[in-house]
């Protein structure tokens, strides 16, 4: 069996198709379920900068055709038509890209702390649906273990601008600082918290939170200590908001371009700043044509994320160092993985027999005493481990299958 990868991120689509494959947390467990009907093990990575599914296969071609089969199921979609944003990773190159991505080196921002989690989640998803035992298991564990090591071994975490904090800085280039100012969030999930938490660390004076269910707003408003709203209540809320963020699962723009125009008109020329940081987006791409409104999307992103990316280099040679020592400890599992079941079966079979042999022989001498008896147990157990010493560890060493199948067939353990 092969890791096998096939994906597309910030690197390689524009935001409309990153739009198409997106996920949100309500949708990603029936995305699993679908992913089931197509791999017998798989994770889904889905951030709003890459949605990669990761699966173990016999080739790279049939793992790449599975997740193929699950896109066009699942999005509704040929899979021909984003296949020039798509790629596809097999084996080391998966794993060292995987833990790149769980340390915040493959981030639109360098060193963001969020990705983290969010692989974490994406295996913790995989795992209660069933389809990430075994060697996803042990993959997902070592990408968690790398991301870790980075954030402490490394600075590329300290001041990290995540994208909560670039929606702080984007503000200011609209409406300057965001303190004293009055801010509406838009939905409830993780990016609603994290940019709340950011702009309320910021200074902003005054937080209302707009969901479609307001009292699924109510633990969040408390945490943010936030007012609630419904999304109703949108166009006089946009009126009175100096930023407005967005960030919701919502299929179809909660933020038409007729809605916002109506809200500038009534704001008597004072600048709007809207962050939309939705994939799919939020806000109708028409409302930046509205005067006084400046509305920005995850790919605004883009020039505040070669300024982190310049700060943050010398700290990523050392995350760099730490991914490679992961990587190559997880090949080494890798390789060894085909061979220990053999090489423990061996030494099982050994076992059991030298057990019966002790037991029939103690049998017969009898008046043995006690320690007689452990001394034959002992002198066997030592004798068993030197005589299959060298045959285990060239097995070991070698590492090839056919030599493995071949010390199978010696030892009868395929009977």
Known sequence: MRIVMTGLSHHTAPLETRERLSLTSETLFPALETLHRHVDHGVIVA?????????????????????????????GLEAAS???????????????????VA???DSQILGESEVLGQVRDAF????????????MAHLFHS????????????????????????????????????EGKRILIVGVGEASRLAGLALRDSGASSMVIANRTPANAVELAQELDAEVAALDALPSLLAQTDLAVTATAAPDFILPASLIEEAAA???GKPLAIMDMAVPRDVDPAAATVPGVHVYTLEDVESLAEANRQQREAEARHVEAIVAEETARFRQWWRTRGVTPTIAAIRHEAEEIRAAEVARTVERLNGLSADDARRIEQMTKALVKKLLHQPTAHLRERNDESVTHSARQLFGLDD
């Open 47 to 75: 951030t709003c900068n890459r949605t990669e599914v990761y699966t173990l296969a016999s080739s790279r071609e049939r793992g790449e055709r599975a997740i193929e089969r699950f896109i066009e199921e699942q999005f």
């Open 266 to 268: 009534r704001r008597n």
């Open 124 to 135: 913790s998803a995989a795992r209660q649906q069933g389809v990430s035992g075994g060697a």
């Open 82 to 100: 984003v296949r020039r944003h798509l790629y596809t990773l097999e084996q080391g190159e998966a794993v060292s890209h995987l833990f790149r």
């Open 143 to 178: 990408a968690l273990r790398t991301g870790k090591r980075a954030r402490t071994e490394t600075a590329i975490g300290r001041n990290a601008l995540s994208l909560s904090r670039a929606c702080v800085e984007l503000a200011r280039r609209a409406i300057g600082s965001p």
């Open 103 to 105: 340390s915040g080196l």
